[in-house]
């Protein structure tokens, strides 16, 4: 299985639209987005429902259509682990974690998006996060993505263990 998903035009339609919903659903509930970058709130907003589309198409689950105030949710389940995805549309960029939510989620997965074209970089479980992060104590875990373990060991793993 590829780690590259190309979604449609109809899949980008609804992310989009479905990221402006969301968006100002979060800042009437005075939720601050946690960008990273120069883009504005709106892209930073897109690039992640795309980046969650991608990963729903690739695991073959349904995407998170939900327009409801979300803060501390999951991005999605597979195979009964609770997933949640970062984006990035740099190429190179690394996995930023925010471990101050109240429930962490059982595993991340980067994904660098690139418009329609999609490449799931890697995951991990979140219980690694603080080993694997190079940031410093007090500081934003950062995972390089270089060190995240590719997407098709998920697939191999027995979720039942």
């Known amino acids: 299985m590829s780690d590259r ?31 990273a ?3 504005d709130a709106i892209t930073t907003e897109v690039v ?5 589309f991608a990963f729903a198409k690739w695991a073959n689950v349904f995407p ?15 195979r009964g682990w609770n997933v949640d995805v ?3 549309r ?8 925010d471990a101050r939510k109240d429930k962490l989620p059982d595993l991340y997965v980067l994904v660098h998006v690139e418009y329609a074209a999609c490449t799931l970089l890697g995951w991990c479980w979140s219980s690694e996060v603080p080993e ?8 934003t875990p ?10 098709r060991w998920l697939l191999e793993i027995d979720h039942r263990q």
């Not at 950062?142 to 997407?151: E, F, G, K, P, S």
């Open 90 to 97: 740099n190429p190179h960029g690394d996995l930023w974690v």
């Open 5 to 35: 998903v190309i979604l449609s035009s109809g899949e980008v339609a609804i992310a989009t639209t479905l990221a402006a919903i969301r968006q100002g659903v979060n800042r009437e509930a005075g939720i601050r987005n946690l960008k």
């Open 64 to 78: 998170d259509l939900t327009t409801h105030l979300r803060r501390g949710s999951f991005d999605a389940t597979f």
């Open 48 to 52: 992640g429902v795309l980046g969650e």
């Open 86 to 88: 970062k984006a990035t």
């Open 142 to 151: 950062q995972i390089a993505n270089r060190d995240l373990d590719a997407m």
């Open 37 to 39: 970058g120069q883009q």
């Open 132 to 139: 694997r992060s190079y940031a410093e104590e007090g500081r």
